[in-house]
């Protein structure tokens, strides 16, 4: 069982900054897992925001973040952060952190994740 927990987030205005942290435990196991961000704004589904590869040698992101936002891993691999830059109120949403299987290109789809973190609010003001 991997457990996740997610900080970093907060109320913003439009065009600042926030760094999301994730970490996961059973930090041995937790290193050879694909990571991934998500998000779900009030009254809509769940969608990928970026993902990065047990090796972070590959990172995907929707095209809507594409140029803000950077998917890191941190040295002991069971850390993750999004730094999320030039923020929009449409990037208000919850945040959370997932975990999957291992693959060469991570995955954006929900159901190749099997950990998730409970969330972190990021709210954009305009």
């Known amino acids: 069982q991997v457990q996740l927990v997610e900080s970093g987030g907060g109320l913003v205005q439009a065009g600042g900054s926030l760094r999301l942290s994730c970490v996961a435990s059973?930090?041995?196991?937790?290193?050879?897992?694909?990571m991934g961000w998500f998000r779900q704004a009030p009254g809509k589904e769940r969608e990928f925001v970026a993902a990065i590869s047990w090796g972070g040698s590959n990172s995907q992101y929707i095209d809507s973040v594409k140029g803000r936002f950077t998917i890191s891993r941190g040295n002991a691999k069971n850390t993750m952060y999004l730094q999320m830059n030039s923020l929009k109120p449409e990037d208000t949403a919850v945040y959370y952190c997932?975990?999957?299987?291992?693959?060469?290109?991570?995955?954006?789809?929900?159901?190749?994740?099997?950990?998730w973190g409970q969330g972190t609010q990021v709210t954009v003001s305009s």
């Open positions: 997932a975990v999957g299987p291992p693959s060469a290109v991570a995955s954006m789809s929900t159901e190749r994740y099997d950990y």
């Open positions: 059973e930090r041995t196991f937790s290193r050879y897992l694909n």
